[in-house]
């Protein structure tokens, strides 16, 4: 965080508290220190953070880099003051984007701002973003505190994360090698992940409901802690997918769901022909479409409807990518193939797409 010209108490009364800030950057230290990693060159404090790709194992590495926020599921976290989890979703929106080109994540930066800090609260987050980089196997090596007053709520605050992962250039997974008849593999997602908030607080808003409120599809948790699930983080089993030297294309379902997504990792000759019924999505998307009324073609291209991850493997090896998956926890699930797409048709055919959603 940065200061300006006029002394530090002039800073206080402004609304800005450097000792606060200082204090925070303390109890980050250690958080960081967990999640360290060959590669990392130095530690938190300095004006950027040293990495070196050859310490990490790579020999003609290829840097890849993303970034992205939670959205406002953070509205979420505010209204029920739950902020343990929202750092793993910060962490997972990016490392999943890269992992889907065959990238190891190597680090991770936050950007944290807020109208005025509060210490705890920031630490909270902050250790679940430590806990989405252990999880990621990704050193969080640094990022920005901004305490802004008059720019955010009373209690809200703002989220954004980098990520900079590696692939070996010989490895890089592109898509180019996608090809008809190639089988779709889907990895299941915790729910909603964080993606689609917006029209979630507003079902939530006009069906009358209180996040404090039991959870009409999750026994046992409010409304509000089942709102906040994080989302998945398949960082590990996607690189054991890739191992396997089968994997010719994968792709994060966020924000657009399958007809968003899919096409971006593939031709424009070739179609992904997904079967809606080959898995069973969480009971949220049904609370979600019949609360709602939410039209199924308007879930299909809003919200991931239960598959976070999608794997596309050549047919006759997909048997091992399905192995190597199971191996490193996931329960990988044929949801569809590879099909020739004609001039002017559509990239993604959701076969078997119901009239109503299932609940």
Known sequence: ??????????????GVDIDAAGSLVEKIKPLARATLRPGVVGGIGGFSAVFDPRAAG?????????TDGVGTKLKVAFATGRHDDIGIDLVA????????????????????ATGKLDVGVAETVIAGIARGCQEAACALVGGETAEMPGMYGNGEYDLAGFAVGAVDRERLIDGKRVAA????LGLPSSGTHSNGYSLIRRIVADAGLDYAAPAPFAPGRS?????????RIYVRAALAA???????????????????????????????????????PPPIFGWLAATGKVPPADMATTFNCGIGLVVIAEAAQAGAVESALRDAGEAPLRIGRMVPRA?????????????????
């Open 1 to 14: 965080m940065g200061t300006e010209s006029m002394g530090s108490g002039s800073y206080r009364r402004a």
């Open 343 to 359: 001039p002017g048709e559509v990239g993604v055919v959701l076969s078997g797409l119901p009239a109503a959603w299932p609940r």
């Open 58 to 66: 790579f020999r003609d590495p290829l840097l890849l880099s993303t």
């Open 242 to 280: 890739c191992a396997t030297g089968h994997v010719r294309a994968m792709a994060h379902i966020t924000g657009g769901g399958f007809p968003e997504n899919l096409p971006r990792v593939y031709p424009e000759t070739l179609a992904a022909q997904i079967e809606i019924g080959s898995w069973a």
């Open 181 to 184: 008849g190639d089988v779709i």
């Open 223 to 231: 409304l509000g802690e089942a709102l906040l699930t994080p989302t």
């Open 93 to 112: 929106m990016c490392v999943n984007d890269l992992v889907v080109q065959g990238a190891t994540p190597l680090f991770f930066l936050d950007y944290f």
